[in-house]
């Protein structure tokens, strides 16, 4: 319910896969517009992300080949939250590459900034890395 918050800001942060919540493509896109409008001319979104073609849980893999046929985003999961007795409501999870991001941008008014690998030195190509996203001018 982000088109109720009446303040502006300069940043959104979205740590710990929080650009996954993002949900699915059109959810995104109509989330991103909604930051758009509530934040300055040079506001900044930081989030954590995950390449989803990176991943090497065999039980992702096999979900994602799903989502193929479905014809869904390759990184969209279906999740929910379970906290001892409590139980949440079932959630889209969009993992995406960067080139995916891209085309999630499209026409929402954010441009890729910068992409940032959590540990450049690790010898592992990880799945996660950081999107700064940088507001345009329409």
């Not at 040079?42 to 849980?57: H, Q, V």
């Not at 499209?106 to 030195?121: A, D, L, M, R, S």
Request: charged share 30%; glycine share 6%; with cysteine.
């Amino acid at each position: 319910e982000v088109y109720k918050l009446k303040e502006t800001y300069d940043t959104i942060l979205s740590l710990g896969c929080g650009l996954g919540w993002l949900g699915n493509a059109e959810k995104s896109k109509e989330l991103l517009k909604n930051f758009y409008s509530i934040t300055s001319n040079d506001a900044l979104i930081i989030g954590e992300a995950e390449d989803p073609y990176k991943m090497n849980n065999v039980d992702y893999v096999g979900y994602m080949k799903l989502n193929k046929k479905r014809n869904r985003i390759y990184g969209q999961l279906k999740t929910r939250v379970r906290f001892k007795a409590y139980l949440g409501e079932w959630q889209d999870y969009l993992a995406f590459s960067k080139d995916e991001l891209q085309s999630l941008l499209e026409n929402t008014g954010w441009t890729i900034k910068k992409i940032i690998k959590p540990n450049p030195t690790d010898q592992i190509d990880s799945p996660f890395y950081i999107a700064i996203l940088r507001k345009s001018q329409r």
